[in-house]
């Protein structure tokens, strides 16, 4: 939790500061109303004032009475004061967190993202900074206002009768050893409960993400089987803490009235032992001692009650520094600039391996795409296409070998500096909610109304936006889920092509589109960018058959390389994978 305050700014403390300030300023007030009440008990039993020596008017209870008011609505207006600051601190500390969160996951490669999956880093960047906001808007004012007071009001009843000490010093060490009985019993739960939400999050969303295909297949019943057993398990934890949190209002509230009867019944005794002048002292003093004894048992009950939020907030704290603290495994290079090539792309001895896997993916992968030239990957399914242009992308770092870009390794370069140079269109089409033009002109593309009108037009998509209401201005549901899967494919490239890149990737970008809808796209692509280059990531032959480059892959090797012509006549499984989409008349005439 210390590691978190980092995130405060100077504003923020001093905000905390005057929150301690008004803190201390109440537990004064609330401390000072004991000693009024004692002046009106000695009043009400006909006392002598010690100061003048003379005996006391009733007038004085209506003085003394409205010290106490007084008190009162200090003490009132300090804790409003208080809370004012604290909920600012904890409300601006928890946004502060939330948004230092989102950009350190902005800045993870996928190998951080699978570390913790996309299920936990929502309950992190949610749940967690909630838990962390709700302990620093109480502790402020609890963890600060308990000691004081309890130290505060042990200082005002020192010197008075120590039986009464010695029931209130009894009473204070039952309630800690029951706290700490059921601290021990629930913080491991409540580790496990953030644990149990990350699980109960990812089988809600993996359920409404694949809503069609489960319906599909009348998997409702499995569904809520997988469900129903993360969310009793869930349950069943909470059930466990809950029962034994339940204990505490029960002891506390043994400890309350305890240390009433204890100070109440010895005070009897020693008034019934005492002497006639001493008795109205002793009345006052027992009086008193209740009152400051409830004060420092009831520190010691707003210590309880930040005990039950600690564990899970500490918990909470920790997932989150986890977070923070996660080294990228991909670091930002120190910046290129002008490189003396443009457009190229070149591979030397290439190996790649996922963080957690034992075997390569890619193995001694060497080509080089020049400027304006077309380059295919095709292979089966798993033999490493995509990781080759995700490398590209420095979605991830070569274990092994160099991966050059514009003929510079692109570990050199900065993040921002390299992705303005590609124009990335991935397996999954993915659109954005908002509108249709603000998908096409994304991020950092600033394009011009021309520019992305003409980028639809290439992506073969003005058919469909042109029906849309408002056309360009037309409205995109959340995933894009108002279009057909061809119709985000093509949105998606027309994303990339507005971009204006000296790269284009295409990983599998094709293969919702028709086969007219894909050989006109790829008629207008080739027209549109001679003076780029293209990597494409595809299944089908005729995706690639007019590339001026294309790499065959099995299990990450390239086992060939060259045109379509030449791979005929020189690579096997090229020559399979021809035989088994392609007739013999459309291979001759190719």
Same mark, same amino acid.
């Given at each position: 939790?210390?590691?978190?305050?980092?995130?405060?700014?100077?504003?923020?403390?001093?905000?905390?500061?005057?929150?301690?300030?008004f803190?201390?300023?109440?537990?004064?007030?609330?401390?000072?109303?004991?000693?009024?009440?004692?002046?009106?008990?000695?009043?009400?039993?006909?006392?002598?004032?010690?100061?003048? $020596?003379?005996?006391?008017?009733?007038?004085?209870?209506?003085?003394?009475?409205? /010290?106490?008011?007084?008190?009162?609505?200090?003490?009132?207006?300090?804790?409003?004061?208080?809370?004012?600051?604290?909920?600012?601190?904890?409300?601006?500390?928890?946004? !502060?967190?939330?948004?230092?969160?989102?950009?350190?996951?902005?800045?993870?490669?996928?190998?951080?993202?699978?570390?913790?999956?996309?299920?936990?880093?929502?309950?992190?960047?949610?749940?967690?900074?909630?838990?962390?906001q709700?302990f620093?808007?109480?502790?402020?004012?609890?963890?600060?206002? =308990?000691?004081?007071?309890?130290?505060?009001?042990?200082?005002?009843?020192?010197?008075?009768?120590?039986?009464?000490?010695?029931?209130?010093?009894?009473?204070?060490?039952?309630?800690?050893?029951?706290i700490?009985?059921?601290?021990?019993?629930?913080?491991?739960?409540?580790k496990?409960?953030?644990?149990?939400?990350?699980?109960?999050?990812?089988?809600?969303?993996?359920?409404? #993400?694949?809503?069609?295909?489960? !319906?599909?297949?009348?998997?409702?019943?499995?569904?809520?089987?997988?469900?129903?057993?993360?969310?009793?398990?869930?349950?069943?934890?909470?059930?466990?803490?809950?029962?034994?949190?339940?204990?505490?209002?029960?002891?506390?509230?043994?400890?309350?009235?305890?240390?009433?009867?204890?100070?109440?019944?010895i005070?009897?005794?020693?008034?019934?032992?005492?002497?006639?002048?001493?008795? &109205?002292?002793?009345?006052?003093?027992?009086?008193?001692?209740?009152?400051?004894?409830?004060?420092?048992?009831?520190?010691?009950?707003?210590?309880?009650?930040?005990f039950?939020?600690?564990?899970?907030?500490?918990?909470? =704290?920790?997932?989150?520094?986890?977070?923070?603290?996660?080294? @990228?495994?991909?670091?930002?290079?120190?910046?290129?600039?002008?490189?003396?090539?443009?457009?190229?792309?070149?591979?030397?001895?290439?190996?790649?391996?996922?963080?957690?896997?034992?075997?390569?993916?890619?193995?001694?992968?060497?080509?080089?795409?020049?400027?304006?030239?077309?380059?295919?990957?095709? $292979?089966?399914?798993?033999?490493?296409k995509?990781?080759?242009?995700?490398?590209v992308?420095?979605?991830?770092? =070569?274990?092994? $070998?160099?991966?050059?870009?514009?003929?510079?390794n692109?570990?050199? /370069?900065?993040?921002?500096?390299?992705?303005?140079?590609?124009? /990335?269109?991935?397996?999954?089409?993915?659109?954005?909610?908002?509108?249709?033009?603000?998908?096409?002109?994304?991020?950092?593309?600033?394009?011009? @109304?021309?520019?992305?009108?003409?980028?639809?037009?290439?992506?073969?998509?003005?058919?469909?936006?042109?029906?849309?209401k408002?056309?360009?201005?037309?409205?995109?549901?959340?995933?894009?889920?108002?279009?057909?899967?061809?119709?985000?494919?093509?949105?998606?490239i027309?994303?990339?092509?507005?971009?204006?890149?000296e790269?284009?990737?295409?990983?599998?970008?094709?293969?919702?589109?028709?086969?007219?809808?894909?050989r006109?796209?790829?008629?207008?692509?080739?027209?549109?960018?001679?003076?780029?280059?293209?990597?494409?990531?595809?299944?089908?032959?005729?995706?690639?058959?007019?590339?001026?480059?294309?790499?065959?892959?099995?299990?990450?090797?390239?086992?060939? &390389?060259?045109?379509?012509?030449?791979?005929?006549?020189?690579? #096997?499984?090229?020559?399979?994978?021809?035989?088994?989409?392609?007739?013999? @008349?459309?291979?001759?005439?190719?």
């Amino acid at each position: 939790m210390l590691k978190l305050l980092k995130y405060l700014k100077k504003k923020e403390w001093l905000f905390a500061f005057i929150a301690i300030v008004f803190i201390v300023l109440q537990v004064w007030l609330d401390l000072k109303m004991p000693d009024y009440m004692n002046t009106i008990t000695q009043i009400a039993q006909g006392g002598i004032n010690a100061e003048t $020596g003379a005996a006391y008017e009733m007038s004085d209870i209506w003085i003394n009475g409205l /010290y106490m008011l007084l008190c009162a609505l200090g003490s009132l207006v300090c804790s409003i004061v208080t809370s004012f600051f604290v909920v600012n601190v904890a409300a601006n500390f928890s946004a !502060r967190l939330r948004e230092s969160l989102y950009v350190k996951v902005q800045r993870f490669s996928m190998s951080e993202i699978s570390k913790f999956s996309t299920a936990s880093l929502i309950t992190r960047s949610t749940n967690d900074v909630q838990q962390v906001q709700m302990f620093l808007t109480m502790g402020l004012q609890m963890i600060i206002k =308990a000691p004081i007071t309890a130290v505060w009001a042990i200082t005002k009843i020192a010197g008075k009768q120590w039986q009464w000490s010695l029931a209130v010093a009894i009473a204070v060490c039952v309630l800690l050893v029951g706290i700490s009985a059921i601290m021990l019993l629930v913080v491991r739960k409540f580790k496990k409960m953030q644990k149990l939400t990350d699980n109960l999050n990812q089988a809600t969303r993996e359920n409404l #993400t694949g809503i069609r295909v489960v !319906r599909a297949y009348n998997a409702e019943k499995f569904q809520e089987k997988k469900f129903e057993k993360v969310n009793d398990e869930f349950t069943n934890t909470q059930l466990y803490t809950g029962r034994i949190m339940s204990f505490m209002n029960p002891l506390m509230s043994l400890v309350m009235n305890g240390i009433s009867l204890a100070i109440y019944w010895i005070g009897a005794v020693i008034i019934n032992k005492a002497q006639l002048f001493e008795v &109205q002292g002793l009345f006052g003093d027992m009086v008193v001692f209740m009152s400051y004894g409830m004060q420092i048992i009831g520190s010691f009950m707003m210590l309880a009650m930040m005990f039950m939020i600690a564990p899970r907030a500490l918990v909470s =704290a920790n997932r989150i520094n986890e977070v923070l603290e996660t080294k @990228e495994l991909i670091e930002e290079g120190a910046g290129v600039g002008e490189t003396t090539e443009t457009g190229t792309v070149e591979f030397k001895n290439v190996s790649f391996r996922y963080p957690d896997g034992q075997t390569n993916v890619l193995s001694n992968v060497t080509f080089r795409a020049e400027k304006g030239q077309t380059v295919a990957f095709i $292979g089966a399914t798993g033999c490493g296409k995509s990781t080759i242009v995700n490398l590209v992308s420095r979605f991830y770092d =070569a274990n092994e $070998g160099e991966v050059l870009v514009d003929g510079v390794n692109v570990k050199e /370069y900065k993040k921002n500096e390299l992705n303005k140079k590609i124009g /990335y269109v991935s397996q999954k089409a993915v659109l954005f909610s908002g509108d249709i033009r603000s998908n096409v002109n994304f991020g950092d593309n600033n394009s011009s @109304e021309e520019t992305i009108e003409k980028a639809v037009e290439i992506a073969q998509s003005t058919s469909f936006v042109e029906k849309q209401k408002g056309g360009l201005d037309g409205r995109v549901a959340q995933n894009g889920s108002n279009f057909s899967g061809g119709q985000k494919q093509r949105l998606s490239i027309a994303r990339a092509v507005a971009r204006q890149a000296e790269i284009y990737i295409f990983d599998d970008t094709f293969s919702a589109l028709d086969f007219k809808t894909d050989r006109e796209l790829r008629s207008a692509l080739k027209a549109e960018m001679q003076d780029s280059t293209c990597l494409i990531v595809a299944q089908r032959i005729g995706t690639i058959i007019d590339a001026d480059l294309i790499l065959v892959l099995e299990n990450g090797q390239v086992v060939g &390389q060259g045109t379509h012509k030449e791979l005929l006549e020189t690579c #096997t499984q090229y020559r399979e994978i021809a035989q088994s989409q392609l007739s013999e @008349e459309e291979l001759k005439n190719a």
